[in-house]
């Protein structure tokens, strides 16, 4: 079965702290996504990933295929940073295929000036 | 337009009737994705569209759903006898490949059945 878990399910940290969010998945992937959702607002992507490291501005996401296991880290966080958190695995069929994209339920990020 | 674009942003309507919601994904992406997000959830995978045909419908709830996509661009979710349960924001998303890019979405379509 096809089951993607976040963690943590909620996070309060202070402004300026290093953020850590946790996704692992249960079977094989071809690619990871992770999701930024801002309160009423809409999704948007910000990596995606097969292997190895992605950087972009303060964010930082990382996979690692063998342990079934990604995370996105947040430096230097800031106010505007809170929100919720998604990743998203396309696993693989036995064919090879992709077998549609599974969500975690998603980390709720507060950072607190 | 340069994003996904999504219609009604907002539709309330009775138990019993019938709706429509249209989404109008970015030019160029084959792949077209419908997502439903209940509050306080992830999005939940609906039915995903390779060009114009359904690639994947299993996670339509029941055969009240109905999703088309006759040109391969404009998509159109089709719920008859909305239910209260159907309350939801409507998600579309659109990539240039089959899950083979970034991922783009729209603002969603907001369901409120009475």
């Known amino acids: 079965k096809n089951e993607v878990e976040q963690s943590p399910q909620n996070l309060t940290a202070q402004e300026g702290e290093f953020i850590t969010i946790n996704c692992s998945y249960s079977v094989g992937i071809s690619a990871l996504h992770w999701l930024q959702q801002h309160p009423g607002g809409g999704i948007v992507s910000l990596f995606m990933?097969?292997?190895?490291?992605k950087k972009h501005g303060r964010l930082i996401a990382t996979i690692n295929i063998q342990e079934k296991h990604s995370s996105l880290h947040i430096t230097a966080s800031h106010p505007r940073d809170s929100a919720v958190y998604i990743c998203a695995a396309v696993f693989t069929t036995w064919g090879g295929g992709a077998d549609g994209l599974t969500f975690g339920k998603g980390t709720h990020l507060i950072i607190q000036p | 337009g340069a994003g996904v674009s999504q219609t009604p942003s907002n539709k309330v309507t009775e138990k019993g009737k019938y709706v429509e919601l249209r989404c109008d994904p970015i030019s160029g992406h084959t792949a077209l994705y419908w997502y439903r997000q209940s509050l306080g959830q992830g999005p939940e995978f609906l039915i995903y569209f390779q060009g114009t045909g359904a690639a994947d419908d299993s996670g339509l709830p029941n055969d009240r759903f109905f999703a088309v996509r006759p040109e391969g661009s404009v998509s159109t979710l089709k719920i008859q006898r909305t239910e209260r349960g159907d309350s939801a924001v409507y998600l579309c998303a659109s990539s240039y490949g089959l899950y083979t890019g970034e991922l783009f979405f729209g603002e969603g379509s907001r369901l409120t059945v009475l």
């Open positions: 990933l097969s292997s190895g490291k």
